[in-house]
T-cell receptor, first 114, second 113 residues
Framework: GAVVSQHPSRVICKSGTSVKIECRSL??????MFWYRQFPKQSLMLMAT?????????EQGVEKDKFLINHASLTLSTLTVTSAHPEDSSFYIC??????????FGPGTRLTVL | SQELEQSPQSLIVQEGKNLTINCTSS?????LYWYKQKYGEGLIFLMM?????EEKSHEKITAKLDEKKQQSSLHITASQPSHAGIYLC?????????????FGSGTKLNVKP
Protein backbone atom coordinates (compact mmCIF):
# COMPACT_ATOMS: atom_id res chain seq x y z
CA GLY A 1 0.00 0.00 0.00
CA ALA A 2 0.88 3.64 -0.25
CA VAL A 3 3.27 5.03 2.33
CA VAL A 4 3.23 8.42 3.97
CA SER A 5 6.09 9.55 6.16
CA GLN A 6 6.36 12.36 8.64
CA HIS A 7 9.44 14.03 9.98
CA PRO A 8 10.32 14.49 12.72
CA SER A 9 8.44 11.91 14.77
CA ARG A 10 9.14 13.85 17.95
CA VAL A 11 10.29 17.42 18.49
CA ILE A 12 10.87 19.47 21.60
CA CYS A 13 11.32 23.21 21.22
CA LYS A 14 11.42 26.37 23.28
CA SER A 15 8.51 28.73 23.47
CA GLY A 16 8.65 31.37 20.74
CA THR A 17 10.47 29.29 18.18
CA SER A 18 9.00 27.91 14.97
CA VAL A 19 8.79 24.25 14.14
CA LYS A 20 8.39 22.67 10.72
CA ILE A 21 6.84 19.26 10.22
CA GLU A 22 7.16 17.48 6.91
CA CYS A 23 4.70 15.07 5.37
CA ARG A 24 5.79 13.06 2.37
CA SER A 25 4.03 10.59 0.15
CA LEU A 26 6.76 8.11 -0.72
CA UNK A 27 5.38 6.13 -3.59
CA UNK A 28 2.51 8.10 -5.01
CA UNK A 29 1.60 11.63 -5.95
CA UNK A 30 -0.66 13.25 -3.43
CA UNK A 31 -2.96 15.82 -4.93
CA UNK A 32 -4.48 16.52 -1.54
CA MET A 33 -2.98 16.42 1.93
CA PHE A 34 -4.72 16.83 5.24
CA TRP A 35 -3.35 17.95 8.58
CA TYR A 36 -4.84 16.84 11.88
CA ARG A 37 -4.18 17.70 15.49
CA GLN A 38 -5.00 15.83 18.63
CA PHE A 39 -6.26 18.02 21.44
CA PRO A 40 -5.51 16.86 24.98
CA LYS A 41 -7.61 13.88 25.89
CA GLN A 42 -9.58 14.28 22.71
CA SER A 43 -9.55 12.87 19.26
CA LEU A 44 -7.77 13.97 16.15
CA MET A 45 -9.34 16.99 14.56
CA LEU A 46 -8.90 18.22 11.03
CA MET A 47 -6.92 21.43 10.86
CA ALA A 48 -6.62 22.09 7.16
CA THR A 49 -6.78 20.65 3.68
CA UNK A 50 -4.11 21.48 1.16
CA UNK A 51 -4.09 20.92 -2.56
CA UNK A 52 -0.86 20.97 -4.48
CA UNK A 53 -0.08 24.39 -5.81
CA UNK A 54 -2.89 26.22 -4.07
CA UNK A 55 -3.56 27.77 -0.69
CA UNK A 56 -4.66 25.53 2.13
CA UNK A 57 -8.23 25.57 3.36
CA UNK A 58 -8.35 25.91 7.12
CA GLU A 59 -11.05 24.62 9.40
CA GLN A 60 -12.93 27.05 11.55
CA GLY A 61 -10.95 28.08 14.58
CA VAL A 62 -7.54 27.23 13.12
CA GLU A 63 -5.27 30.26 12.76
CA LYS A 64 -3.73 30.24 9.32
CA ASP A 65 -1.00 32.68 10.35
CA LYS A 66 -0.10 30.40 13.23
CA PHE A 67 -0.10 27.15 11.31
CA LEU A 68 1.49 27.70 7.94
CA ILE A 69 0.86 24.98 5.43
CA ASN A 70 2.75 24.62 2.20
CA HIS A 71 2.01 21.97 -0.40
CA ALA A 72 4.70 22.83 -2.89
CA SER A 73 4.92 19.51 -4.68
CA LEU A 74 2.86 16.39 -5.23
CA THR A 75 4.89 14.50 -2.64
CA LEU A 76 5.53 17.04 0.08
CA SER A 77 3.47 19.16 2.40
CA THR A 78 4.84 21.06 5.37
CA LEU A 79 3.19 22.39 8.49
CA THR A 80 5.04 25.17 10.29
CA VAL A 81 3.95 26.06 13.78
CA THR A 82 5.07 29.66 14.15
CA SER A 83 6.04 31.19 17.48
CA ALA A 84 5.12 28.00 19.25
CA HIS A 85 3.73 28.13 22.78
CA PRO A 86 3.11 25.35 25.30
CA GLU A 87 -0.56 25.20 24.31
CA ASP A 88 0.58 24.17 20.83
CA SER A 89 2.02 20.98 22.29
CA SER A 90 0.12 18.24 20.62
CA PHE A 91 0.18 15.30 18.25
CA TYR A 92 0.06 16.26 14.59
CA ILE A 93 -0.74 13.78 11.86
CA CYS A 94 -1.00 14.19 8.13
CA UNK A 95 -2.69 12.17 5.48
CA UNK A 96 -2.38 12.13 1.72
CA UNK A 97 -4.80 11.31 -1.03
CA UNK A 98 -4.28 10.76 -4.74
CA UNK A 99 -7.49 11.50 -6.58
CA UNK A 100 -9.16 8.55 -4.89
CA UNK A 101 -11.39 8.03 -1.90
CA UNK A 102 -8.57 6.62 0.15
CA UNK A 103 -6.41 8.59 2.53
CA UNK A 104 -3.08 7.30 3.70
CA PHE A 105 -1.91 8.46 7.07
CA GLY A 106 1.50 9.40 8.31
CA PRO A 107 2.75 8.08 11.65
CA GLY A 108 2.38 11.44 13.35
CA THR A 109 4.61 13.98 15.07
CA ARG A 110 4.62 14.64 18.81
CA LEU A 111 5.38 18.31 19.45
CA THR A 112 6.33 19.47 22.94
CA VAL A 113 6.83 23.17 23.52
CA LEU A 114 8.66 24.07 26.72
CA SER B 1 2.84 -2.35 16.02
CA GLN B 2 -0.82 -2.30 16.68
CA GLU B 3 -3.15 -3.49 13.97
CA LEU B 4 -6.77 -2.59 13.64
CA GLU B 5 -8.86 -4.81 11.46
CA GLN B 6 -12.21 -3.61 10.23
CA SER B 7 -15.05 -5.64 8.83
CA PRO B 8 -16.66 -5.62 6.44
CA GLN B 9 -14.37 -3.84 3.99
CA SER B 10 -17.34 -2.55 2.06
CA LEU B 11 -21.06 -2.51 2.53
CA ILE B 12 -24.04 -1.65 0.38
CA VAL B 13 -27.36 -1.29 2.14
CA GLN B 14 -30.81 -0.12 1.23
CA GLU B 15 -31.91 3.14 2.76
CA GLY B 16 -33.66 2.54 6.05
CA LYS B 17 -31.74 -0.61 6.91
CA ASN B 18 -29.55 -1.04 9.97
CA LEU B 19 -25.89 -1.95 9.73
CA THR B 20 -22.89 -2.73 11.92
CA ILE B 21 -19.18 -2.18 11.36
CA ASN B 22 -16.61 -3.91 13.53
CA CYS B 23 -13.09 -2.97 14.53
CA THR B 24 -10.78 -5.48 16.21
CA SER B 25 -7.38 -4.68 17.64
CA SER B 26 -4.38 -7.00 17.75
CA UNK B 27 -3.25 -5.41 21.01
CA UNK B 28 -4.68 -3.83 24.13
CA UNK B 29 -6.97 -0.98 23.31
CA UNK B 30 -6.41 2.28 25.11
CA UNK B 31 -9.58 3.80 23.86
CA LEU B 32 -11.04 3.69 20.40
CA TYR B 33 -11.98 6.45 18.01
CA TRP B 34 -14.43 6.35 15.15
CA TYR B 35 -14.21 8.63 12.13
CA LYS B 36 -16.08 9.13 8.94
CA GLN B 37 -14.32 10.13 5.81
CA LYS B 38 -16.33 11.90 3.18
CA TYR B 39 -15.10 11.39 -0.32
CA GLY B 40 -12.36 13.87 -1.09
CA GLU B 41 -12.53 15.45 2.34
CA GLY B 42 -10.81 15.07 5.67
CA LEU B 43 -11.80 12.86 8.52
CA ILE B 44 -14.82 13.75 10.56
CA PHE B 45 -14.63 12.74 14.18
CA LEU B 46 -17.67 10.73 15.26
CA MET B 47 -16.98 9.59 18.78
CA MET B 48 -14.39 8.42 21.24
CA UNK B 49 -14.74 5.47 23.59
CA UNK B 50 -12.41 5.33 26.54
CA UNK B 51 -13.66 2.64 28.87
CA UNK B 52 -14.61 -0.96 28.45
CA UNK B 53 -18.34 -1.34 28.13
CA GLU B 54 -18.77 2.27 27.16
CA GLU B 55 -21.46 3.03 24.63
CA LYS B 56 -22.04 6.36 22.93
CA SER B 57 -24.63 7.58 20.50
CA HIS B 58 -24.80 10.48 18.12
CA GLU B 59 -27.97 10.87 16.13
CA LYS B 60 -28.47 7.45 14.56
CA ILE B 61 -24.97 6.17 15.14
CA THR B 62 -24.06 4.11 18.21
CA ALA B 63 -20.64 2.78 19.10
CA LYS B 64 -19.62 0.32 21.79
CA LEU B 65 -16.25 -0.69 23.20
CA ASP B 66 -15.41 -4.14 24.49
CA GLU B 67 -11.93 -3.83 25.93
CA LYS B 68 -11.71 -7.48 26.93
CA LYS B 69 -12.35 -8.55 23.38
CA GLN B 70 -10.23 -5.68 22.09
CA GLN B 71 -12.95 -4.62 19.73
CA SER B 72 -15.51 -1.98 19.01
CA SER B 73 -18.64 -1.90 16.91
CA LEU B 74 -20.36 0.97 15.14
CA HIS B 75 -24.05 0.60 14.50
CA ILE B 76 -26.15 2.78 12.22
CA THR B 77 -29.90 2.65 12.59
CA ALA B 78 -32.23 3.41 9.69
CA SER B 79 -29.40 4.32 7.33
CA GLN B 80 -29.69 7.28 4.99
CA PRO B 81 -27.74 8.29 1.87
CA SER B 82 -26.01 10.93 4.00
CA HIS B 83 -24.38 8.10 5.96
CA ALA B 84 -22.43 7.01 2.90
CA GLY B 85 -18.67 7.30 3.17
CA ILE B 86 -15.69 5.50 4.60
CA TYR B 87 -15.71 4.68 8.29
CA LEU B 88 -12.41 4.38 10.07
CA CYS B 89 -11.57 3.25 13.56
CA UNK B 90 -8.41 4.49 15.22
CA UNK B 91 -6.44 3.97 18.41
CA UNK B 92 -3.37 5.39 20.05
CA UNK B 93 -0.53 3.47 21.65
CA UNK B 94 -1.46 4.94 25.03
CA UNK B 95 -4.66 6.17 26.53
CA UNK B 96 -3.65 9.82 26.35
CA UNK B 97 -0.67 11.73 25.05
CA UNK B 98 0.08 9.04 22.53
CA UNK B 99 2.87 9.37 20.00
CA UNK B 100 1.58 6.74 17.62
CA UNK B 101 -1.89 6.55 16.20
CA UNK B 102 -3.18 3.65 14.19
CA PHE B 103 -6.11 3.49 11.84
CA GLY B 104 -8.10 0.56 10.59
CA SER B 105 -8.26 -0.05 6.87
CA GLY B 106 -11.72 1.43 6.66
CA THR B 107 -15.21 0.29 5.73
CA LYS B 108 -16.75 1.78 2.63
CA LEU B 109 -20.47 2.28 3.04
CA ASN B 110 -22.92 2.95 0.25
CA VAL B 111 -26.59 3.56 1.00
CA LYS B 112 -28.98 3.05 -1.87
CA PRO B 113 -31.96 5.42 -1.92
Amino acid sequence: GAVVSQHPSRVICKSGTSVKIECRSLDFQATTMFWYRQFPKQSLMLMATSNEGSKATYEQGVEKDKFLINHASLTLSTLTVTSAHPEDSSFYICSASARTDTQYFGPGTRLTVL
Amino acid sequence: SQELEQSPQSLIVQEGKNLTINCTSSKTLYGLYWYKQKYGEGLIFLMMLQKGGEEKSHEKITAKLDEKKQQSSLHITASQPSHAGIYLCGAGNQRYNFNKFYFGSGTKLNVKP
